[in-house]
């Protein structure tokens, strides 16, 4: 996990640089730089990540919601794609920066309960320091969550997200502001 943050903390700012530098995305600059091929390849590359990370999350979001309602995920899979769907659709651009960047702010409750909770907090480092697999889970199934939560940190579309801010400018006050 702290190679994966330290990947995509280097990765975000080094796109928003680029892009804020060239005035153009980061898709053009490796383009011009590399080829139109290589800039394709790239694209193309991108576009079926994110296909494919995007279908991660809303399978782990009918996942989450399995566990939560006693309710077969596959019968999920379709309702989260619809509420995607209208999410990206419908919902005003400032709404959706609001309200979801709110509830990554509410995440902030973990670490306030590791602290102020009864935590067994020698388990929890012996834990993050040397990770074995549970007995009850395979190790296909622990390499899978391994993956997965680096992967929810370096996804695709970061280039994309991160380039569209850099080209924002920097004299724009921040999401969280505009939401008060």
């Not at 943050?5 to 153009?24: C, D, F, K, P, Q």
């Not at 919902?91 to 973990?110: D, I, P, R």
Request: charged residues 10%; hydrophobic residues 55%.
């Amino acid at each position: 996990m702290l190679v994966g943050t330290l990947r995509m903390s280097v990765y975000a700012e080094m796109a928003g640089r680029v892009t804020a530098i060239a005035h153009r995305p980061v898709f053009h600059v490796v383009r011009e730089r590399l080829g139109v091929r290589f800039g394709l390849l790239n694209l193309v590359a991108a576009c079926v990540l994110s296909a494919l990370a995007l279908s991660a999350e809303i399978g782990g979001v009918a996942l989450s919601l399995e566990l939560a309602s006693d309710v077969n995920y596959l019968l999920w899979v379709p309702l989260v794609a619809l509420a995607v769907w209208g999410v990206t659709w419908r919902m005003k651009f400032q709404h959706m920066e609001c309200v979801f960047g709110l509830m990554g702010l509410a995440l902030v409750v973990f670490l306030v309960a590791l602290f102020f909770l009864p935590t067994n907090r020698n388990a929890l480092l012996h834990s993050a320091v040397r990770p074995t697999v549970p007995a009850n889970e395979s190790l296909a199934t622990y390499l899978f969550y391994a993956v997965s939560l680096i992967g929810a940190c370096i996804v695709p579309y970061q280039v994309i997200f991160f380039s569209a801010g850099g080209l924002e400018g920097a004299g724009r006050r921040g999401a969280l502001a505009r939401c008060a």
